[in-house]
């Protein structure tokens, strides 16, 4: 069955310091590939998503992802991370052969340390 | 503005009750979807609506009901069989159902069994 996982639970970082959090993905082919971010007690928005192509994908709010096809991995990065980014960040994948569901990951909860 | 509303924010249940969690969109969107969130487990798939009149089981439609007699209403019906209902609560919806159309959320409903 097809998986996302996220191996960091939760990540502590300092402001200006930079970012990646780690996205795995189980599925025999190459899936659509998404980042979201969860303020608390909030929605979901989209960072940013890869369908084909470019492998770095740029999104918004300064984040950019890259997807590895050998690692099976989405990692999704900033350079330089402001007090505003703590928050919940969820990777998910979409199978080409399941066009209605969304795999979410378990989430990786950032703590921004100013 | 376009965008996903439900209501209410937070709800408190009583065991044996039955509780009706409202969504709503104005984007014209033909795909609703309802999501269960709990801590540590990502968002998981109660129902989805490709169209009006039409929906689906998701992975944990045990204890849940809906209806989509309207195009932008998507109301999750939790019933006395859902045994830990207890949850956060995410509609979300998107253009059409497909693979590679960003789903759109609302901000959640916080259902309490008291």
Known sequence: AQSVTQPDIHITVSEGASLELRCNYSYGATPYLFWYVQSPGQGLQLLLKYFSGDTLVQGIKGFEAEFKRSQSSFNLRKPSVHWSDAAEYFCAVVTKTSYDKVIFGPGTSLSVIP | ?114
């Open chain 2, 1 to 114: 503005d376009g965008g996903i509303t439900q209501s209410p924010k937070y709800l408190f249940r009583k065991e044996g009750q039955n509780v009706t969690l409202s969504c709503e969109q104005n984007l014209n969107h033909d795909a609703m979807y309802w999501y269960r969130q709990d801590p540590g487990q990502g968002l998981r798939l109660i129902y989805y609506s490709q169209i009006v009149n039409d929906f689906q089981k998701g992975d944990i439609a045990e204890g849940y009901s809906v209806s989509r007699e309207k195009k932008e209403s998507f109301p999750l019906t939790v019933t006395s069989a859902q045994k830990n209902p207890t949850a956060f609560y995410l509609c979300a919806s998107s253009i059409f159902a497909g693979s590679h159309n960003e789903q759109f959320f609302g901000p959640g409903t916080r259902l309490t069994v008291l």
